[in-house]
């Protein structure tokens, strides 16, 4: 039988990219999406369009804390897996409006959960990020360190939905595979993001504003990239701790694990933008700050893992990733 997927957030950037890829390989996939104004729903509704183009899309709109509606969307659907991508994301706009992020990543996460326990689904992903790894210094991040200093209330709100699904997959025996996302970037990306702000301002001739004077260096990774690791995670559904591979996170007592997915390689923050400058062929006029509140100098994943897992390994060149962003900006908005 043709294998059903329900994807949250499948009309923003992430999730419109796996639905993508997931459509492409003949799978029967429903999006559903609060198209919540956070950023231009322009934006958002040209992804679902696309993706409508495809036979076996179907979609609902509706916020995760409706869980009248989400629970209405799942029953009809019956998915064979859930993919929970949708959330409140942004770390600086966690500082200006937190409940959000409660209400979005708690709330609506745990309506996700039960609408899983009550299928029993064959497994249950969700997003984390690389935020929760917050104060930790010893680099490269792997999935068994201790993650408890998170800086932000989103990651605080992610690092709470990794410990919930924990308890879900004990209870109720739900497969579940946490993802922790390093810096995506690419085409459609998200306008709240340094990659798509610093192309747009390079390209009016306004200033880009650089914190922590450019001394910060992140693990950037293609979303290409990203979302193959989600689509090969798939077929990996956590069982027993008899199934461990070698550093594994795999739970002692519940079918659940946790998986870096990032590019395994950190590149300074100045690089990444004499990359864009080389893309756009103009230079940036840079503005430097210091260190915005909630942030950290530094991210770098061990994908090890993931590479365990699957046989695969995220390695797109942020040069080549970069370039591959701005032809689709510069073709998305004519510039």
Sequence with gaps: MTR?????????????????LLLDEGMIVHGYDGMTDYYDVT???????????????????ARLEDQAALDAAIDAFVPDEIVHLAAQAGVRYSLENPRAYLDANVIGTFNVMEA???????????????????????????????ADTQLTIYAATKKATESMSHAYAHLWSLPTTMFRFFTVYGP???PDMALFKFTDAILDGRPIDIYNHGE?????????????????LLDAAPGGPETAAEGDSLSPVAPWRVVNIGNSQKVR???????????????????????QMGDVPATWADATLLQDLTGYCPQTDFRDGVARFVAWFRDYYDK
């Design 43 to 61: 934006l958002k509704r040209r992804r679902h369009d696309m993706l409508h183009r495809h036979a076996q899309f179907t979609a609902t709109e």
């Design 188 to 190: 459609w990306g998200r």
């Design 216 to 232: 910060m260096y992140r693990d950037f990774t293609y979303v290409d990239d990203l979302v193959r690791g989600i689509r090969l």
């Design 4 to 20: 059903r997927v329900f994807i949250t957030g499948t009309a923003g950037f992430i999730g419109y990219h796996l639905a993508g």
């Design 269 to 291: 923050l100045l690089d990444f933008i004499e990359a864009i400058e080389a893309t756009l062929g103009m230079p940036a006029e840079r503005n430097y700050m210091p260190m």
């Design 116 to 146: 899983a326990r009550r299928h029993g689904v064959r497994h249950l992903l969700m997003a984390s990020t690389s935020s929760v790894y917050g104060a930790n210094t010893e680099m490269p991040f792997t999935e068994v360190q201790k």
